[in-house]
């Protein structure tokens, strides 16, 4: 499934950054909304089977999101976002940072820039994150740290998607 | 304190240092001769380096000499390998629902 989108993930380590570039298969209003309305971003910012759990998002300039990564067995990790620049449909940047339950930042953060075009009826997203720390970079990795339980079961799912159709 | 590999590497004379060691192991001295710097200077940027399990010392007779250790670079890869997958991940996830929206608002 959607092979012929363009993904790209590079990471210059001099400069700290990190690049990802993302092809989506739909007008680039809808891709806007589903970077930028709560309701949506909750759905599929959490690698599976994480899931993501937002207290308060406020999607203007010098608004803040506090939400949490939940793993299945209910551990909590919780990210401080604030929006420091929005060019409704164009781009958006953050400064996003760990936190506590209660939300306090723990800095240094990172900056994340999101930049949307359109082409034909695909949209594709550039994101461009900068990080300070490279202590900070290891957890913002191991907040994902069920990643290989994903391909896991990503790898169960396609096997009984084929078992139920020989049935 | 231990130091970030970032700070570590963001320096170009330290990349310099560590590009050169990868081709062989040197003893501060000769990093000093090869980069026209001070003992000093070159011991701070050894100190750093160390300190992030990038180089490693090796007393060799009355001289230590400092190797690239591989590992270290291959951890922080290993990482980066893991945090594209996530990103694949989250992508593959955001496809699904954006095609739901679509079918939803035809």
């Excluded at chain 1, 994903?150 to 139920?164: A, G, K, Q, V, Y």
């Amino acid at each position: 499934m959607n092979k012929d989108l363009l993904f790209d993930f590079t990471a210059d380590k001099a400069a700290k950054t990190i690049y990802i570039t993302r092809e989506f298969d739909a007008e680039l209003s809808l891709v806007w909304d589903a970077f930028t309305k709560q309701e949506i971003i909750d759905q599929w910012t959490a690698p599976s089977p994480m899931r993501c759990k937002t207290k308060y998002m406020n999607f203007k300039v010098g608004g803040k999101r506090f939400y949490a990564m939940v793993s299945p067995d209910g551990q909590e990790r919780w990210v401080l976002q604030e929006y420091t620049s929005i060019t409704p449909k164009i781009n958006f940047k953050m400064y996003n940072a760990f936190a506590d339950k209660d939300g306090n930042p723990e800095l240094p953060g990172s900056e994340w820039d999101y930049t949307f075009s359109e082409q034909s009826g695909k949209t594709t997203v550039r994101i461009t994150i900068y990080n300070e720390s490279f202590d900070r970079m290891e957890r913002m990795i191991e907040m994902g740290f069920m990643g290989a339980y994903t391909i896991m079961l990503e790898t169960l799912d396609n096997l009984l998607t084929t078992l139920s159709q020989k049935l | 304190m231990k130091q970030d590999i970032f700070q570590a590497i963001a320096d170009p004379t330290r990349r310099a240092i560590l590009s050169l060691l990868t081709v062989q192991a040197l003893t501060p001295n000769v990093m000093a001769e090869k980069f026209d710097m001070s003992r000093q200077a070159v011991s701070k940027h050894i100190k750093i380096l160390h300190e992030c399990d990038l180089i490693k010392p090796e007393q060799s007779g009355r001289e230590i000499y400092y190797h690239f250790n591989e590992k270290k670079l291959q951890e922080f890869d290993h990482w980066l390998a893991q945090l594209r997958q996530n990103w694949k991940t989250q992508f593959n996830q955001l496809d699904k629902i954006l095609s739901t929206m679509k079918n939803q608002k035809k």
